[in-house]
T-cell receptor
């Protein structure tokens, strides 16, 4: 079974630019979650998508947004990048009946310079 | 507001001995708790979980204990192996609210010395 895949693995952007991160969930999983792990910090909840709808978002500004496609893959977009957006962005997926049995991808390391 | 706290940033134990990782939470509405392990350059992997209706759950070398009155959980690894060296995160959820959200602690880096 293929795991959760994220692309790209590394991304370097300039302050003010936009970043797009992609995630493909495990086959059969309808929920996708995005987390941010800044250096030295724990995982901070960003967004939850299920069945194409945004179900919940964490305490992040609106320039963090995303979407889920009909095939359940997902994009995270970060607009007007700031230096403090530099972090590891992790995507996880689950089936609704195991809502807390997240399977994580390896993450995208975003560096804003 | 850090609702889930892992107060020990790091822990070092000898191979074969017990590793005890601790986690405290503040929200009494949390009813499901999980531990994840993370190696560098990889995503966290699920290790073990416990529902609030239990006080202990065991899976091989890993046991999680939950003390609801103290709002405290711990992960015991016995015996510890060098391959267990990783960052361990505890996480909590409020299942009935169906937010889909896990609240993670800051992580504890475990080093198991051969």
């Amino acid at each position: 079974e293929a795991g959760v895949t994220q692309s790209p693995t590394h991304l370097i952007k300039t302050r003010g630019q936009q970043a797009t991160l992609r995630c493909s969930p495990i086959s059969g999983h309808t929920s996708v979650y995005w987390y941010q792990q800044a250096l030295g910090l724990g995982l901070q909840f960003l967004l939850w998508y299920d069945e194409g709808e945004e179900r919940n978002r964490g305490n992040f500004p609106p320039r963090f947004s995303g979407r889920q496609f009909p095939n359940y893959s997902s994009e995270l977009n970060v607009n007007a990048l700031e230096l403090e957006d530099s972090a590891l962005y992790l995507c996880a997926s689950s089936s609704l009946d195991r809502a807390y049995g997240y399977t994580f991808g390896s993450g995208t390391r975003l560096t804003v310079v | 507001d850090q609702q889930v706290k892992q107060n020990s940033p790091s822990l070092s134990v000898q191979e074969g001995r017990i590793s005890i990782l601790n986690c405290d939470y503040t929200n009494s509405m949390f009813d499901y708790f999980l531990w994840y392990k993370k190696y560098p350059a990889e995503g966290p992997t699920f290790l073990i979980s416990i529902s609030s209706i239990k006080d202990k759950n065991e899976d091989g070398r890993f046991t999680v204990f939950l003390n609801k009155s103290a709002k405290h959980l711990s992960l015991h690894i016995v015996p510890s192996q060098p391959g267990d060296s990783a960052v361990y995160f505890c996480a909590a959820s409020h299942g009935s609210s169906n937010t889909g959200k896990l609240i993670f602690g800051q992580g504890t880096t475990l080093q198991v010395k051969p």
